[in-house]
């Protein structure tokens, strides 16, 4: 069984300063991480993914994500956090092994102050 | 031009009514998916289809049925509605055969009211 654990329910931070948004995962075989947000009464959005190759990753909107084997994470990050990244972010993990099944985390609610 | 559209967004209705939600995607896409958003926010994969072949179903009631007429489209039918039903129905879909490395696209939800 695959698994996604995203400890913060809610990140406060104030705009300027470097968000983390974090996510550990199991799962069997090799794994595939993304990262969406999804905007008040909107769909998701994906942002990030890592399937192989390159341990950081970059997305949209300025977003990056290192994926950290030897502890199963895969933290989102951005150096300058807008007001406007404010929103709902899921982590979600699949695999080789699992027939293209995405599990998501219970998502992680950004808030970023002026 | 929406990549993957929805309808109804909204739907009202009473407990032990019959109601559909239809999918399609524009994007090519070989895969298509419905997952179910509560309440809490939580997010759940109900059912996958690829080339319209059932791939992935979840523990989801049997009053819960996917079709899908072709690979653009995933409908959801779901009879006698209960109150426990009332969530985002979100559909979604992604490039490549089942053990796919691509991103999902998801519609903007349906949003199901069970009074």
């Known amino acids: 069984a695959q698994s996604v654990a995203q400890p913060e329910d809610q990140v406060n931070v104030a705009e300027g300063n470097p968000l983390t948004v974090k996510c550990t995962y199991s799962v069997s075989g090799n794994p595939y991480l993304f990262w969406y947000v999804q905007y008040p009464n909107r769909g998701l959005q994906f942002l990030l993914k890592?399937?192989?190759?390159?341990?950081l990753v970059k997305g949209s909107y300025g977003f990056e994500a290192e994926f950290n084997k030897s502890q199963t994470s895969f933290h989102l990050k951005k150096p300058s956090a807008l007001v406007s990244d404010s929103a709902l972010y899921f982590c979600a993990v699949s695999s080789n092994t699992n027939a293209g099944k995405s599990t998501f985390g219970d998502g992680t609610t950004l808030t970023v102050k002026p | 031009d929406t990549a993957v559209s929805q309808t109804p967004k909204y739907l009202v209705t009473q407990m032990g009514n019959d109601k559909s939600i239809k999918c399609e995607q524009n994007l090519g896409h070989d895969t298509m998916y419905w997952y179910k958003q509560d309440s809490k926010k939580f997010l759940k994969i109900m059912f996958s289809y690829n080339n319209k072949e059932l791939i992935i179903n979840e523990t989801v009631p049997n009053r819960f049925s996917p079709k899908s007429p072709d690979k653009a489209h995933l409908n959801l039918h779901i009879n006698s509605l209960e109150l426990g039903d009332s969530a985002v129905y979100f559909c979604?879909?992604?490039?490549?055969?089942?053990?796919?490395?691509?991103?999902?696209?998801f519609g903007e939800g349906s949003r199901l009211t069970v009074l």
């Open positions: 979604a879909s992604s490039q490549g055969a089942p053990t796919n490395t691509g991103e999902l696209f």
């Open positions: 890592y399937i192989t190759g390159d341990n």
